[in-house]
T-cell receptor
């Protein structure tokens, strides 16, 4: 069965520092991959998605992620953190089985940004 | 364009009581999803509707949970009776889909209903 592993339930960075949130998936067939952000008391918002086109994907708010098949990874990065980036981030996969209609989420990483 | 609307936003009930959550998807979105999000975890799919039909309800605990989507628009998720372990956030999402196997269709999420069972 498909699964998603997010390394680190909490990540803390200084404002202006690099943000790196890690995500690994388990699948012999590359799925579609996504990063969502969730602010307190709000629903999930799509940051970016990989759907088998370019392996380096750019999203909103300056975030990007790189699909690496050899490492089964889809890590999220941002060159310079802003205070407003503090939120919960979820990596998700949509497997080929089921026609890409299902989203399987990781446990999430809470990002804290301090001055 | 209005987003996915859910109500209530917060609900506190005593165990063994019934509870219902309502979701209004984005206009024109034929696919509707209900997710369960436990504290500190990612959302898990409970049920997916294509129009009025529940096409994936394999994760819905059918002994106490039920859902309906009359007329293929709004949906209601019910728990009866509620248990302490049901305390969580219930998320609704919708997408415009063109049939299975046609590729990914972006899901748009509502703000969720936070349920507390005492």
């Amino acid at each position: 069965a498909q699964s998603v592993t997010q390394l680190g339930s909490h990540v803390s960075v200084s404002e202006g520092a690099l943000v790196l949130l890690r995500c690994n998936y388990s699948s012999s067939v590359p799925p579609y991959l996504f990063w969502y952000v969730q602010y307190p008391n709000q629903g999930l918002q799509l940051l970016l998605k990989y759907t088998s086109a370019a392996t380096l994907v750019k999203g909103i708010n300056g975030f990007e992620a790189e699909f690496k098949k050899s490492e089964t990874s889809f890590h999220l990065t941002k060159p310079s953190a802003h205070m407003s980036d503090a939120a919960e981030y979820f990596c998700a996969v949509s497997p080929v089985e089921g026609g890409y209609n299902k989203l399987i989420f990781g446990a999430g990483t809470r990002l804290a940004v301090h001055p | 364009e209005a987003g996915v609307v859910q109500s209530p936003r917060y609900k506190i009930i005593e165990k063994k009581q019934p509870v219902a959550f309502w979701c209004n998807p984005i206009s024109g979105h034929n696919t509707l999803y209900w997710y369960l999000q436990n504290l500190g975890q990612g959302p898990e799919l409970l049920i997916r509707y294509e129009n009025e039909e529940a096409v994936d309800d394999s994760q819905l605990p059918k002994d106490r949970f039920s859902a309906e989507r009359l007329k293929g628009v709004d949906s209601t998720l019910k728990i009866q009776p509620a248990e302490l372990g049901d305390s969580a956030v219930y998320l609704c999402a919708s997408s415009r889909s063109f049939g299975s196997g046609q590729g990914y269709n972006e899901q748009f999420f509502g703000p969720g209903t936070r349920l507390t069972v005492l």
